[in-house]
């Protein structure tokens, strides 16, 4: 079935790197994607969206970029600190008005 | 605003004891979700609603009930609990369907 999924579960960077966390997904009807955070013992916290008719889009150290053409979605974070430590989740508006969630990619960031 | 709440935090459960999750939010969303997250997955939709009085089927609706009395209210119920209903319980809710959901704080559930 159509599914949202990530390559990489588990990724160590060094504090101040940049990281990329990616997604890939299947629906090509999908009109709009959403990263979360979620640190350890706490709920899900929304990043950053965005919708299909956007290739990117930025936030604070933050920026998405929207591959329809590969279906591929990531998650860029500028000078990575200690607290990006969480498990970052993608999501998917799956044209049935569902939000569809990713397994889950966890971040450990190194001092 | 508190946002999303959810009692309680934490519980432990026989096999076949019953239990009720309360989930609160004072954002005035109509819709509002029940998750479950196992360890190394991702969430999984259980049941969700898109109004008072309305309830709907998720992903994995079986051995739960959910009830919507008031808008601001979503309820889980575990009538017969089971060791494969350990777990955490994620609560969220939206302005409209299909975009940005906001989460409770989780409760973790154990079923012995």
């Known amino acids: 079935g159509e599914s949202v999924g990530l390559h990489l579960p588990t990724l160590s960077v060094q504090e101040g790197d940049n990281s990329i966390i990616n997604c890939a997904y299947s629906?090509?009807?999908?009109?709009?994607f959403i990263w979360y955070k979620q640190e350890s013992g706490k709920g899900p916290q929304f990043i950053i969206d965005?919708?299909?008719?956007?290739d990117k889009r930025q936030g604070q150290r933050v920026t998405v970029l929207l591959n329809k053409t590969v279906k591929h979605l990531s998650l860029q974070i500028a000078a990575t600190q200690p607290g990006d430590s969480a498990v970052y989740f993608c999501a998917e508006n799956n044209a049935g008005n569902m939000l569809t969630f990713g397994g889950g990619t966890r971040l450990m960031v190194k001092p | 605003n508190a946002g999303v709440t959810q009692t309680p935090k934490f519980r432990v459960l026989k096999t076949g004891q019953s239990m009720t999750l309360l989930c609160a939010q004072d954002m005035n969303h109509e819709y509002m979700y029940w998750y479950r997250q196992d360890p190394g997955m991702g969430l999984r939709l259980i049941h969700y609603s898109v109004g008072e009085g309305t309830t709907a089927k998720g992903e994995v609706p079986d051995g739960y009930n959910v009830s919507r009395l008031k808008k601001q209210n979503f309820l889980l119920g575990l009538e017969s609990a089971a060791p494969s209903q350990t777990s955490v319980y994620f609560c969220?809710?939206?302005?409209?369907?299909?975009?940005?959901?906001?989460f409770g704080p989780g409760t973790r559930l154990t079923v012995l």
């Open positions: 969220a809710s939206s302005f409209t369907s299909g975009y940005e959901q906001f």
């Open positions: 965005i919708r299909s008719n956007m």
């Open positions: 629906n090509s009807a999908s009109d709009y």
